[in-house]
C-alpha cells in the first residue's frame, strides 16, 4: 500500500475505527508509522516472583497453573482469578470485572505478565497485568497516546500491520548528511521507534528522527529569511518618524524610541525589514507600529495592520485614528462582520490607494484584499497567528516591510528558532508613571468582598473587569456562562451600577458598542469572557476579578491583567480560586514580570500547554521537543546553515526528497 492511502483501507480498521484514529490526527498509513509512543515499557529484564521488588511495576515469566475462577463479591464486582508459577514460587493474578482478560490465560501456558506484586510471605498477586504469550512481543513494548476505543495494545497493532502491508519510506535526509552526522536510515529509525531492539537503538532512533524533524524546520526558517533577504522592498525616501512624535499625547519611552529607530532604518535599506517588536503588556508596542505606519503613509505607501481579534482590531482603529486626527492619513477597518457594502468600498479604495491604512483581522489576507502600493505589513499579538498567516499578509505587497509584535516572552532557545527568520527589538522599559498592579489570590467564600472592593472604586469614578471562566472561545457555553454571570450581578450586588457584558459570541456592532461605551467611561463595569485578553486598552480600568482562576494559565492571566495599570493610578486584581490553587497562583502575585511569569509557567505546564497547539505559529513537532532538545536544534541549526550554503536552493536529484519535505512542512506559505 502507499503511505498516503488513507487509513481505513489498513487490514483490522475500517470505518469505525478510522473515525476513532481521526481524533489521534491520524488519517493516511505514513500518519499511522509516524504516531511515536508517549513512552514505553520494558518488559525484557525478567524477575522472578521472590526476588521481584513490592509495588514497583515488573516483567514476570509464568506458567498458568490453575484455571481461571469467577467470584462474586458483591454487587458489580466480579472477580476472576487464577494462580501462575514461575517454578520457584505462586502467584495469584487477579482481574476486575473482566472476564476478557481472565478468559485468555490458558492453563499450562507461559506468559510475560507485567504489573505490581503485592502481598507478605508467599502469599503475593498481582491485580489486572497486562500480559503476553512468552514467544510474542517481549522486549521494549510502546505505549501509545489512547483515544476512546482504541487502547494502545490495539494501536501497536495496527502500526505492526502497517509495517507489513506498506513500501520502505524513502529517506529524505540524503546519505551523505545521514553519514556525517551519524543518523540512522528512515525506515530502521520507524521500526526502532515503534519496536526498539534495545535501548542503544531506540535513543538512536530518536536522535535520528528529532534530528529530521528539526532539521526540516531550520531549512524551511532559514531559506525564508535568506530569500526575504534578498528580494529588493520599496525603500523609504526620507525617516519621517520624528515628526510623529509630534502628534502624541505623552513621550515615547526610551525603548520605544530604539525600537523605532531601528526600525525606520531598515525601512530605509532596500531590502525588506523583517523585525518583531516584543514588549510585556502595556509596553507601548501600538504606538511604536503607528509611527512606523505614518513614516510609510508620508513617504506615499499602503500600510495594513492585523490583529487576532475583532474587538483588538477596532480599538486599534480607534486609536490610530486619534493619532492621527490633524493628519491627512486615511484609515480602513476591514474585519469578517464589516456589512458588505463597506468591504466593497474600503477594498476599491485600497486598490486604488485612496486609503493609506487599512486595520483589520483575517479578513486582510483574503483573497480579493488587494493593495495599490503596500509597503508595510504589521501583525500584532503575532502568536496568534501561523507563520503561513504572517506571510499570507505579507504577499499581499511587492515584499513589504514586515514588523510583527508580541507580548509572549520566551526563552532564548525557542527565540532562534520561533524567530529564527526575524530580527528583534525589545521594549524592556514601561511608559513613566506606571504603578506596579496589587495581585491578590483569593477563595471563592470572600468573593463579595472583592465585588464590595470593586464597588468603591466604581463610585470613586473609575472603571473595572470581572472576568468569567474560561471556555473555548468558539462554544456555546462561553455564551451562556458569561450571560448568566452578568444577569446575576446586574439584578444583584451591582444594581444600580452600569454593567456591560462582552463575549466572542457578539455581533460585531454590538461588540464595538459596548467597546465604546466602557472606552467612554458610560459602562462602569465589564463583565468578560476571555475575547478581552489581547490588546484591550482602557486605562480608567484599575479593577479586575478573574472568576475560576485556576482554569487559566499562568501566561494568560498576565495578559489579563495587563488590561489593568494602563494608566497612572494603582490597580488591583484579584483571582479567586480554590485554595489548592494557590501555589500555582502565587506566581502572579509575587511578580509583573511577563518573562519570569513564563518561566514558571512552562516548568509548570510544559511547552506543550504554555505555546497551546498552535501558538508559536510553527509547524507541528511530532518528536522533537523544543525545550528539551536545545543541543539538537543547535546541531540542526548549524548542519541547515552548511548546506544552505553550499547549496541554496537545495538543487540536485539527492535532494529532491529533502526539498519536498521542507515545502510540505511549510505549505501553505510562501515558500515554493
Ligand atoms: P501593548 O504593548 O500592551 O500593546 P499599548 O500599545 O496598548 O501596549 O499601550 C498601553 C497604554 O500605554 C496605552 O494606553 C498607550 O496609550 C499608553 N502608552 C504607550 N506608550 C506610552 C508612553 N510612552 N507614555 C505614556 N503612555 C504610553
Ligand atoms: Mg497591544
Not at 234 to 251: I, K, V
Not at 435 to 442: A, D, I, N, P, R
Request: proline share 4%.
Amino acid at each position: 500500500m502507499e503511505l498516503n492511502a488513507s487509513i481505513k483501507y489498513l487490514k483490522g480498521v475500517g470505518e469505525k475505527r478510522a473515525a476513532m484514529l481521526a481524533k489521534l490526527g491520524i488519517f493516511t498509513l505514513w500518519d499511522l508509522l509516524t504516531f511515536y509512543p508517549r513512552t514505553y515499557e520494558d518488559w525484557s529484564k525478567i524477575t522472578s516472583i521472590k526476588n521481584a521488588p513490592m509495588n514497583e511495576t515488573v516483567c514476570i515469566r509464568a506458567i498458568v497453573g490453575a484455571p481461571c475462577r469467577e467470584a462474586r463479591i458483591r454487587k458489580g464486582m466480579t472477580l476472576y482469578k487464577t494462580e501462575v508459577t514461575d517454578g520457584e514460587m505462586l502467584l495469584d493474578i487477579t482481574f476486575f470485572n473482566n472476564p476478557y482478560s481472565a478468559k485468555k490465560l490458558e492453563q499450562g501456558k507461559e506468559y510475560l505478565f507485567f504489573g505490581k506484586i503485592t502481598g507478605k510471605g508467599y502469599f503475593r498477586s498481582m491485580n489486572s497485568p497486562d500480559f503476553v504469550e512468552t514467544d510474542g512481543t517481549g522486549g521494549i513494548r510502546p505505549i501509545y497516546p489512547q483515544t476512546a476505543g482504541m487502547n494502545s495494545r490495539a494501536i501497536e497493532k495496527l502500526i505492526k500491520t502497517a509495517f507489513e502491508y506498506t513500501a520502505k519510506p524513502q529517506d529524505p535526509i540524503p546519505e551523505e548528511i545521514r553519514n556525517s552526522y551519524c543518523l540512522m536510515g528512515l525506515y530502521d529509525a520507524l521500526r526502532n521507534i515503534h519496536f526498539p531492539k534495545s535501548e542503544d537503538l531506540l535513543s538512536e532512533a530518536r536522535r535520528r528522527l528529532i534530528f529530521e524533524e528539526l532539521f526540516l524546520l531550520e531549512l524551511g526558517l532559514l531559506r525564508m529569511k535568506t530569500k526575504a533577504r534578498q528580494s529588493t522592498a520599496l525603500s523609504m525616501a526620507r525617516d519621517y518618524t520624528q515628526e510623529f512624535f509630534e502628534l502624541l499625547p505623552f513621550e515615547l519611552t526610551g525603548a520605544q524610541k530604539r525600537a523605532i529607530a531601528e526600525a525606520a532604518a531598515d525601512m530605509l535599506q532596500g531590502v525588506p525589514m523583517n523585525r518583531l517588536v516584543q514588549g510585556d503588556v502595556g509596553s507601548g508596542k501600538t504606538a511604536v507600529c503607528a509611527a512606523l505606519i505614518y513614516n510609510c503613509a508620508k513617504n506615499g505607501y499602503q500600510s495594513a495592520l492585523m490583529a487576532p481579534t475583532e474587538v483588538l482590531a477596532m480599538q486599534h482603529y480607534k486609536t490610530l485614528a486619534k493619532f492621527f486626527e490633524s493628519t491627512d492619513i486615511t484609515i480602513g477597518l476591514l474585519t469578517g462582520s464589516t456589512p458588505a457594502a463597506e468591504k466593497k468600498k474600503i477594498k476599491a479604495a485600497l486598490k486604488s490607494g485612496e486609503i493609506n491604512l487599512v486595520i483589520g483581522t483575517h479578513a486582510l489576507i483574503q483573497k480579493d484584499v488587494e493593495f495599490s502600493n503596500l509597503a508595510l505589513a504589521v501583525t500584532d499579538e503575532q502568536h496568534r497567528f501561523g507563520v503561513n498567516q504572517r506571510n499570507s499578509l505579507h504577499s499581499k505587497g511587492k515584499n513589504p516591510h514586515t514588523l510583527v509584535m508580541s507580548a509572549t516572552p520566551i526563552p532564548r532557545t525557542l527565540a532562534l528558532i520561533i524567530y529564527g527568520d526575524l530580527d528583534l527589538s525589545i521594549l524592556d522599559e514601561m511608559p513613566k508613571g506606571r504603578q506596579k498592579t496589587e495581585t491578590y489570590l483569593v477563595t471563592p467564600d470572600i468573593r463579595e468582598r472583592a465585588y464590595a472592593y470593586i464597588k468603591k472604586h466604581l463610585c470613586d469614578g473609575r472603571q473595572g473587569y470581572i472576568v468569567c471562566s474560561l471556555v473555548e472561545e468558539g462554544e456555546t457555553s462561553e455564551l451562556t456562562a458569561a450571560n448568566e454571570l452578568f444577569k446575576k450581578l446586574s439584578d444583584g450586588f451591582f444594581k444600580g451600577f452600569k454593567l456591560g457584558l462582552l463575549h466572542g459570541k457578539m455581533k460585531s456592532a454590538e461588540k464595538k458598542a459596548v467597546m465604546d461605551a466602557f472606552s467612554d467611561g458610560e459602562i462602569q463595569l465589564l463583565v468578560a469572557t476571555t475575547v478581552i485578553e489581547v490588546g484591550i486598552d482602557v486605562p480608567n480600568a484599575v479593577i479586575m476579578v478573574i472568576e475560576n482562576a485556576e482554569r487559566f494559565g499562568l501566561s494568560q492571566l498576565h495578559q489579563l491583567r495587563g488590561r489593568i495599570g494602563r494608566g497612572s493610578e494603582k490597580s488591583t486584581c484579584i483571582l479567586i480560586s480554590e485554595a489548592d490553587e494557590t501555589e500555582r497562583l502565587n506566581v502572579l502575585a509575587s511578580t509583573t514580570d511577563g518573562f519570569k511569569i513564563a518561566d514558571e509557567d512552562l516548568k509548570l505546564r510544559g511547552p506543550g500547554d504554555f505555546f497551546g497547539s498552535r501558538q508559536h505559529g510553527l509547524p507541528e513537532m511530532k518528536i522533537a521537543n523544543m525545550m528539551t532538545d536545545g543541543e539538537a536544534i543547535k546541531e540542526t541549526r548549524a548542519a541547515a546553515e552548511k548546506l544552505l550554503k553550499n547549496n541554496p536552493a537545495l538543487a540536485g536529484e539527492d535532494f529532491d526528497l529533502l526539498r519536498k519535505a521542507v515545502n510540505r512542512l511549510f505549505s501553505g506559505g510562501s515558500m515554493n
